[in-house]
């Protein structure tokens, strides 16, 4: 396990943190649950050789399309987020969660796909588990939500665009003795954690970082 990559010396000035968002997909397993991960390119910039959730970050079109639970603000912003995180993860894994719908609008890339089967994301199995912001030393910042699924009906067959290597439904145990990052952990420990106490649902946990150091705090 290893902590997000960090600058020697500050910035003179900070990058602001882009939005961005994963989705946790759990699965029963012959040994207990199990969780999609896969390993990023060595080629990526950000992260190389980690194992992840499959995620990405927030694009201008994942604000404009429709999902399933058709939510007004204040809730627009998370809507956003759970559709990119069910974008990312068609796209990264070649799992697909959508349901019956019209997407609202003349989509491109892949909304286009969702737009030509009559789906929108299906959101309403997701709940927000977790968010976490990268060191403000690094040049690479993402401030992330992680959504997390149990069971959900997704559709496809287990390939993806090439992004991540290795993609598999891992046992929780396994997973957390993958190459990962400090705030990979900290979400596997909460699902591992949750999970035991018989329910996912709970304060969405936020992890940052204060000079260097790990914080973490729970938000109703």
Request: aromatic share 8%.
């Amino acid at each position: 396990m290893t902590a997000l990559p960090q600058t020697p010396a500050r910035p003179a000035q900070r990058v602001k943190p882009r939005d961005a968002a994963s989705l946790v997909l759990l699965r029963h397993g012959n040994d207990g649950p199990e969780v999609l991960m896969g390993r990023r390119h060595s080629r990526h910039a950000f992260i190389p050789d980690a194992f992840v959730f499959p995620g990405g970050k927030l694009d201008a079109e994942d604000r404009r399309i429709r999902t399933a639970t058709n939510r007004t603000a204040p809730d627009a912003a998370q809507q956003a987020l759970e559709a990119a995180a069910i974008r990312e993860t068609f796209e990264e894994t070649g799992l697909l969660l959508g349901t019956d719908g019209d997407i609202g609008q003349a989509a491109s890339g892949t909304w286009q796909v969702f737009q030509q089967r009559g789906l929108v994301p299906d959101t309403r199995t997701l709940s927000l588990l977790a968010r976490a912001i990268t060191p403000a030393e690094s040049p690479i910042r993402f401030h992330a939500r992680f959504f997390v699924a149990e069971n959900a009906p997704v559709e496809g067959t287990l390939a993806g665009s090439g992004e991540l290597l290795d993609l598999d439904w891992y046992p929780l145990a396994r997973a957390l003795a993958l190459p990962v990052i400090d705030v990979t952990e900290f979400v596997l420990q909460e699902v591992i954690r949750r999970s035991s106490a018989g329910s996912l649902q709970g304060p969405v946990a936020f992890w940052r970082y204060r000079r260097g150091t790990p914080v973490l705090t729970y938000e109703d």
